[in-house]
């Protein structure tokens, strides 16, 4: 079920027995060949993922915009602060409580993980079932490379200019991390990129997100068993 097109009644014919998928990404800079609602898109499209997979979901309009400080040097990068979107998150979930069994999580924009991590620990102190998922793919990329290309080559081809793209620093993220925090994405990589789109396909974009998807399904499986 998408919930911004359901009538109270259908939601009220759940029983409180859904489980609600809110999808998190950002608008922020994806190098020049991606859209800046790359993490949205992907984090909608997981969501609905699973949403196929267990009838008892349902998808809430996605969280937008996130905490991306890190590319605050990229015009068109629209931010929130990690305190804020944690707020957000948690008056989300407490609105839930009537409705939905417990709320999961969908982050596609990894920034966003200091605000999760602290709306978890306050919902969970407030005895909300909340549970945060994080896409993340193995050998994956950081940030606009092969991954999210392929990603998006899968979901809208059309938004990709393969024009354009161009590897950018492809230095392991673990040794940027302290120059990424300190002085944010541009001074390490003009272009925005983090990795390399060279050799992203469709197909591969369909693989990863099917896998996305299928570790999604199973965190949640093991958090609600399916209704």
Known sequence: MELAGATWPQVEATGGRSVLAVPLGSLEQHGPHLPLDTDTRIAVAVASGLA???????????????????????????????????QLLIELVRSARSSFVGVALVSAHGGNEEALAAASRRCAADGDDVLVWHAVTAGGDAHAGRTETSLMLALDPGSVRGELAEPGCTEPLGT????????????????????????????????????LVTDLTAAVDARWSAR
């Open 52 to 86: 196929a997979r267990r009838q008892d979901v349902a998808v809430a309009p996605a969280v937008a915009y996130g905490a991306s400080g890190e590319h605050a040097g990229f015009p068109g990068t629209l931010l929130i602060a990690h305190d804020v979107l944690a």
């Open 176 to 211: 940027l991390l302290p120059r990424l925090r300190s002085e944010g994405v541009r001074p390490v990589s003009s272009n925005g990129v983090l990795g390399d789109p060279a050799g992203a396909s469709a197909e591969e974009g369909v693989a990863l997100l099917g896998a």
